[in-house]
């Protein structure tokens, strides 16, 4: 129950395109849900984030869309670049749990073609 | 600059063989944390620490020692390191809170125990 899964572990994409990655979870205890973008040979760093009492949230060309009812969310990055080539972790987290202690999916290696 | 600290970048070692890796911020955080990342795993929690002197168990916290005398520091020990415990390790942070809202992450440590 306390499992974020992310899929899909890979994705390829040309320049210009809207890569989607999904997470589903299962505790309706999770209030908080962020994205991390990780660089390789950098730590993972806050992308963007959302609560449960809306259904989008975008920056920039990053989006966050969030379906409470089917325990899923996913991000969206509009008109793709290669620089936004890096590994995304989405995360969960609940307020009562370990002082909001984030649950990490398994993350997806993004590769953004010229 | 705002940071968090992890040394050594690269540790090749052998089984048994005690070690330390050391983590320290300068961002006066009450919060701190060690993952490990493995491919297809994602981020998993080790040990964290909600304050000096306060610490408590992860998700993967098997042949992992921490310790949390002072607010900066936050070392991670492996008493006995054996090859499963090769791995990429983050230590990180964040500001006072129910919610982990922003984790500030290092640069990471590769380890190899052969």
């Known amino acids: 129950q306390q499992q974020v899964k992310q899929s899909p572990q890979s994705l390829i994409v040309q320049k210009g395109g809207i890569p989607i990655i999904n997470c589903a979870y299962e505790?309706?205890?999770?209030?908080?849900f962020p994205w991390y973008q990780q660089f390789p040979g950098k730590g993972p760093a806050l992308l963007i984030a959302?609560?449960?009492?809306?259904s989008e949230k975008k920056e920039g060309r990053f989006t966050i869309s969030f379906n409470k009812s089917a325990k899923q969310f996913s991000l969206h990055i509009m008109d793709s670049q290669p620089g936004d080539s890096a590994t995304y972790f989405c995360?969960?987290?609940?307020?009562?749990?370990?002082?909001?202690?984030?649950?990490f999916g398994q993350g997806t290696e993004l590769s953004v073609k010229p | 600059e705002a940071q968090v600290t992890q040394n050594p970048r690269y540790l090749i070692t052998v089984t048994g063989k005690k070690l330390t890796v050391t983590c320290s911020q300068n961002?006066?955080?009450?919060?701190m944390s060690w993952y490990r990342q493995d491919p297809g795993l994602g981020l998993r929690q080790i040990y964290y620490?909600?304050?000096?002197?306060?610490?408590d168990k992860g998700d993967v916290p098997e042949g992992y020692k921490v310790s949390r005398k002072e607010k900066r520091n936050f070392p991670l020990i492996l008493e006995s390191p054996s090859p499963n415990q090769t791995s990429l390790y983050f230590c990180?942070?964040?500001?006072?809170?129910?919610?982990?809202?922003?984790?500030?992450f290092g640069s990471g440590t590769q380890l190899s125990v052969l």
């Open positions: 990180a942070s964040s500001s006072p809170g129910t919610h982990n809202e922003k984790l500030f």
């Open positions: 505790n309706t205890a999770f209030d908080y």
């Open positions: 959302i609560r449960p009492d809306v």
């Open positions: 995360a969960a987290s609940s307020k009562g749990n370990q002082g909001g202690k984030l649950i």
């Open positions: 961002m006066n955080h009450e919060y």
């Open positions: 620490s909600m304050n000096v002197e306060v610490t």
